[in-house]
């Protein structure tokens, strides 16, 4: 087997070279992970994005997904493959579709996200004759080793004669080919109306924010139809469309067209998301009823317009030594700038731009000092989405205190021969260490680079282990960059006594930033600094510079491309882009800052991707400016709903819609362990008539019922809330229904997830009218800038002054629909470990909540409880006198099912039965007059082998009816003797030459049994 050649001796090379290895840990099952979901889809292991090819085929749900089969990181993309028969129990089958290799075994070809249809007539020929061939359209994403296509973007097909398991790639492959680099994500459909009968595709140009649409009659060929776009938000690229018909409140008569277009980024509450139009198609155009034009400026006073071709006043800090004079340059910009993509939604004739020399160049712009006069601050923002760091510098500066390592040693001077012990590849040419190249915001001339530290890049292994050193203060701090690994492979290590009592990683890019570590507990004692690089592969090291001893903890950089306002030298407002060139408004209330002076200062501090800030029309004004995102509709107001689209072929034409969830602002660092990657639960989605037309209403799939535990659901009604109330209630994997009344309070509402420090906040905003989930507190949010963040809505109260919340919550994520499903927010969250609280609170006054109800959810995913088989046989009578017969009910069978009845003892057929469509059967059965008197045990045997089974007493004949019983059997026999013969016994268990005692014990056991209930378990097996 030669991967476990290749295994043993990377093993044994790293023993040789002195590495040291951790010892093996026990992974944990996939249902008892920290984060892992139990009624949401995600893979055993490895990363998943956009679901796939959702299609439901005769009674099976197919979920394909974006798949990396060989890593948690998005890469080498595949197509992931998963079953259910019910939308929530999924069964991970092998990979579907995978990349194409050359004969040197260099992926050409990955494949991207497309759609999966059922060929009813087999129109591309892919079956035999009759067939229904699956047919996959796919994106093929060619690579730069393609011969042909390198680069490119191009439409493709496979096909499955097996029902899914297996696909073969057409030969003929790409079958649409534009010749773009971002043409992808096929949608397809049968079109059967005014304009004819065929396939109609839907795919985008990612970057033109256009819809593009092609028709077929066998999927092969293609012709172009029309394009849609670009329309409401082109705040980013367009990707996974899908075009469908929904009647208007079930109507038949009155149908819309719904055209679903996600972007990334550009979405209402940030990063990812889904918007969708309503409108009219024809089989040719789609025609949207529901796009808005451009919004009118908001009212005020302008304090900044950019449109004179200076900066009036303002002071741009430019950063010396660029030759462009960046990043703002000394005059406003007039649109995009030399190597920038259109810039849009700026107002007349210049904006401030930062993208002078591109993204490297940083500095300020800030304006003259002015008096707060008014209660809001509106302005344009667009460009990078850098937030302000509160607390950070925008230096590069270290803590006070002792510093232990700076690198920078003499020439000639190397880590090992100042004390360092050095293994594995970092010993082969010690000269390498410290390093001199590698990483950025490092400071001085030298650092630790585990890339450049050894002769092999990212493939070097080994240690780099300090000198001794005394902890003397409270915190070490240090500047840390490069690849990130969460298995303890790639770390820097403060060891004490041997043993690595606190770690860091990187966050898998090249700038250093400031980490501290709380080092207190160790005030006195002697530690070392152990740099560990076992990782391979991309990112596969570290650089780390300056360790510092101090009383103080270290200030992060703030790599900021923001937006602020500044009061007596702090930042009390900011905003920042959304990683679109495009400008949409921000509005700061600034109502508590009125009297007080204050400047704006515009601050570029990032020389990375969109590391620029854009920003216009600074209005002084009464009332805020909702963003123009807020006026388009979208499929949900959360983080992270994302690629959502549609099943092909659902049952009784309904709609069923399913999501990515997750958010590409943070996607490839969320703390999940085996896994990276879920998708929300499956949303059943309808057309209903609102003031403004048709909108979409969700909801989630109706089977998700079957799974409420109501048994163990909890109630509370007229909680009166002021302040923070604990409610004495818990969840973790749970359906909640609330009905909160906000009353006088200026905000109340939940806390889930809570362990009394942290948890995620759900609530009602009075004053601004709008709804949010609030994971800025809600556990660990510090893995990205861009995860702790507060989604929002507006949504007015109902009538009754109460707002009623649907809430599905699942150990790390919370889905919450509301005004009858016209509004969902969907939103990660990972919390700190046992944190289950749910509790109740209110900021400004008193709230109360009318109802809320818990109920868990059984677990769907890992962690199936085995099922309660209820299943139950009865006898008509405990006894029956050999010769006679007994009649054999039984109940929670499977409809339909085959039994097979006997007696135990010899054994007897006793014949079969066949439940009904209610699981039910009854039949008579004749126990042969050969069966011995005495206790005996009637089976029921089932296909899968499983048994009931239920005590017999046989009695001997007497002459008498056929059959026994008080309990409903036919003939008239009795249990009783009439003739009360003498042996003092009951009559029925006399004369049957068995020992009076044995008669007695089986008598007494047929009373005291009565009918026979089995609950039978099946063994559980992971889903």
């Not at 996939?30 to 995600?42: A, M």
């Not at 079969?912 to 009854?922: E, I, M, P, Q, V």
């Not at 003739?979 to 016994?985: A, C, E, R, T, V």
Request: charged share 20%; with cysteine; proline share 6%.
């Amino acid at each position: 087997m030669p991967g476990s050649i290749i295994i043993g001796g990377a093993v044994s090379a790293m023993l040789a070279l002195g590495c040291v290895l951790p010892a093996a840990a026990a992974e944990p099952q996939p249902g008892d992970e920290q984060y892992r979901p139990l009624i949401h889809f995600s893979p055993e292991k490895n990363w998943m994005n956009d679901p796939n090819g959702m299609i439901y085929v005769d009674g099976t749900y197919h979920l394909f997904f974006q798949h990396n089969p060989a890593g948690t990181r998005w890469g080498n993309m595949s197509w992931g493959h998963a079953t259910s028969s019910d939308l929530l129990h999924w069964e991970e089958q092998p990979l579907a579709i995978g990349q194409t290799f050359d004969e040197d075994g260099d992926s050409i070809e990955d494949i991207f996200s497309g759609s999966i249809v059922v060929d009813e007539d087999n129109s591309a020929g892919f079956g035999p004759a009759g067939s229904k061939p699956l047919v996959a359209i796919y994106t093929s994403a060619y690579t730069a080793k393609h011969p042909e296509h390198a680069g490119l973007q191009a439409q493709s097909l496979a096909y499955s004669l097996d029902d899914g398991q297996t696909w073969t790639k057409y030969d003929g492959n790409p079958v649409l080919d534009r010749n773009s680099a971002n043409f992808r994500d096929p949608k397809v459909f049968w079109y059967d109306g005014p304009a004819g009968s065929y396939w109609v595709m839907t795919t985008v140009e990612a970057l033109e924010h256009k819809v593009v649409l092609y028709k077929s009659t066998d999927l092969k060929s293609w012709e172009h139809l029309s394009d849609f776009g670009p329309a409401n938000s082109t705040a980013g690229i367009w990707e996974c469309p899908d075009l469908f018909e929904l009647p208007v409140d079930g109507d038949p008569e009155n149908t819309k067209w719904v055209m679903v277009v996600n972007l990334n980024p550009g979405a209402v509450n940030g990063g990812s998301g889904g918007q969708y139009f309503v409108g009219e198609f024809d089989g040719v155009t789609f025609t949207s009823e529901t796009t808005d034009g451009p919004g009118e400026l908001p009212a005020g006073t302008t304090f900044a317009g950019f449109d004179d071709g200076d900066y009036d006043g303002w002071t741009a800090s430019n950063e010396p030594g660029n030759w462009a004079n960046g990043p703002w340059g000394s005059v406003p910009a007039t649109g995009a700038l030399e190597g920038q993509s259109p810039v849009t939604g700026f107002v007349g004739e210049g904006l401030a731009n930062s993208f002078l020399d591109h993204d490297w160049a940083i500095g300020t712009l800030e304006s003259p000092e002015f008096t707060v006069e008014d209660d809001y601050i509106n302005l344009l923002v667009g460009g990078g989405k850098h937030p302000h760091v509160p607390g950070g510098q925008i230096g590069n500066e270290p803590p006070e205190g002792r510093t232990i390592f700076d690198f920078e040693l003499p020439e000639g001077e190397t880590l090992q021969s100042t004390g360092w012990e050095l293994t594995g590849d970092f010993a082969v040419d010690p000269a390498r260490n410290p390093a001199t190249q590698g990483g950025e915001y490092y400071l001085g001339e030298k650092r630790v680079n585990t890339f450049e530290g050894g002769p092999s890049g990212d493939a070097n292994v080994g240690t780099m282990t300090s000198p001794a050193f005394t902890i003397d203060g409270d915190y070490a701090s240090f500047l840390i960059g490069g690849g990130r690994r969460d298995d303890g492979t790639l770390q820097a290590e403060l060891v004490v006594d041997g043993e690595a009592v606190r770690t860091a990683t990187g966050r898998d890019g090249g700038e250093l930033d400031w980490v501290s570590w709380d080092v207190s507990d160790f005030d006195g004692r002697d530690a070392q600094l152990r740099i560990r690089d076992e990782a391979t592969g991309g990112w596969g090291h570290l650089t780390f510079d300056q360790l510092v001893i101090g009383d103080e903890e270290s200030r992060k950089r703030s790599n900021e491309t923001s937006v602020n306002l500044i009061v007596d030298g702090d930042v009390v407002r900011s905003a920042t882009g959304s990683n679109s060139e495009n400008l949409d408004w921000a509005s700061w209330d600034v109502e508590e800052f009125r009297g007080t002076q204050a400047t704006i200062r515009a601050v570029d501090n990032n020389r990375q991707g969109w590391g620029h800030i854009l920003f216009d029309q600074v209005t002084f004004s009464d009332a805020p400016v909702p963003t123009a995102l807020e006026g388009y509709d979208w499929l949900d107001w959360g983080r992270d709903y994302y690629a959502a689209v549609s099943y092909f072929g659902t049952p009784s034409g309904s709609r069923i819609m399913q999501g990515w969830m997750n958010n590409w602002d943070y996607a490839g660092d969320i703390p999940t362990s085996t896994w990276r990657g879920s998708m929300s639960l499956p949303r059943e989605v309808v057309l209903t008539d609102t003031a403004d037309g048709p909108r979409l209403r969700q909801q989630v799939v109706s089977q998700i019922d079957g799974q409420l535990d109501t048994k163990a659901a909890e109630t509370l009604s007229d909680v009166a809330v002021d302040g923070d109330t604990a409610l004495g209630l818990a969840a973790e994997v749970a359906k909640l229904d609330v009905t909160l009344r906000p009353g006088d309070a200026d905000a109340a509402g939940i806390t889930v997830f809570s362990d009394g420090k942290k948890g995620t906040q759900i609530g009602y905003d009075t004053r601004s009218g709008r709804l949010f989930v609030d994971r800025t507190n809600s556990g660990n949010v510090g893995f990205h800038p861009s995860f702790a963040s507060i989604s929002d809505a507006p949504l007015p109260l109902d009538d009754d002054g109460t707002v009623t919340l649907e809430i599905y919550l699942d150990r790390a994520s919370v889905e919450l629909f509301t005004g009858d499903g016209m509004l969902s927010i969907t939103d990660q969250v990972f919390p700190e470990e046992g944190a289950t609280d749910v509790s109740a609170w209110s900021r400004g006054g008193a709230a109360t909540i009318e109802d809320i109800t818990v109920t868990p959810l059984t677990p769907t995913m890992w962690q199936v409880p085995d099922p309660v088989d209820e299943a139950a046989i009865t006898l008509s009578s405990k006894t029956v006198k050999a010769g006679g017969t007994v009649a054999v009910s039984g109940t929670g069978f499977a409809p339909g099912a085959g039994v097979k009845l006997e007696l135990r003892s010899d054994p007897v057929s006793l014949g079969a039965a066949t439940a009904d469509g209610n699981g039910d059967f009854r039949q008579q059965v004749t126990i042969p007059a050969a069966v011995p008197v005495g206790a005996h045990t009637l089976v029921v045997l089932r296909a899968d082998g499983t048994e009931l089974s239920a005590p017999l007493t046989v009695t001997a004949r007497d002459g008498g009816g056929t059959g026994g019983g008080t309990g409903g059997g036919t003939g008239g026999g009795a249990v009783v003797d009439p003739d009360g013969g003498g042996s003092g016994l009951p009559g029925g268990l006399a004369n049957t030459g068995a020992e009076p005692w044995m008669l007695l014990a089986a008598g007494v056991l047929t009373v005291l049994t009565g009918a026979a209930l089995l609950r039978h378990r099946r063994r559980s097996r992971l889903r």
